[in-house]
Nanobody, 120 residues
Framework: QVQLQESGPGLVKPSQTLSLTCTVS??????????WTWVRQPPGKGLEWMGL???????HYNPSLKSRTSISKDTSKKQFSLQLSSVTPEDTAGYYC????????????WGQGTQVTVSS
């Protein structure tokens, strides 16, 4: 079974960079069929797709977040990471990593999520 687990600080100060890591077990992050994604959900709001990284390291980002978002991977550790710069309180959300099936834009495995609060 594929498992994903988010980790990182739960509190980030405004203007700083939010950094989270997703650790994957049960699969390789170089598998060609999947992309590795970050999704967030602000309190009371719907899910917002942030971006993804493919098996070969290609990245794509939500245009509304592209200028502040960076996704990278460490294949040896089976990890991929999210950096969101210049954060504001509006970036407070539950953050999730998930595996995406490329062919159908289906998220088949999710991490349990981690709450990140942006506050001074």
């Amino acid at each position: 079974q594929v498992q994903l687990q988010e980790s990182g600080p739960g509190l980030v100060k405004p203007s700083q960079t939010l950094s989270l890591t997703c650790t994957v077990s049960g699969d390789s992050i170089t598998t060609t069929y999947y992309s590795w994604t970050w999704v967030r959900q602000p309190p009371g709001k719907g899910l917002e797709w942030m971006g993804l990284i493919t098996y070969d390291g290609t990245t794509h980002y939500n245009p509304s977040l592209k200028s502040r978002t960076s996704i990278s991977k460490d294949t040896s550790k089976k990890q991929f990471s999210l950096q969101l710069s210049s954060v504001t309180p509006e970036d407070t959300a539950g953050y999730y990593c998930a595996r995406l099936i490329n062919a159908g834009w289906v998220f088949d495995y999710w991490g349990q999520g981690t709450q990140v609060t942006v506050s001074s």
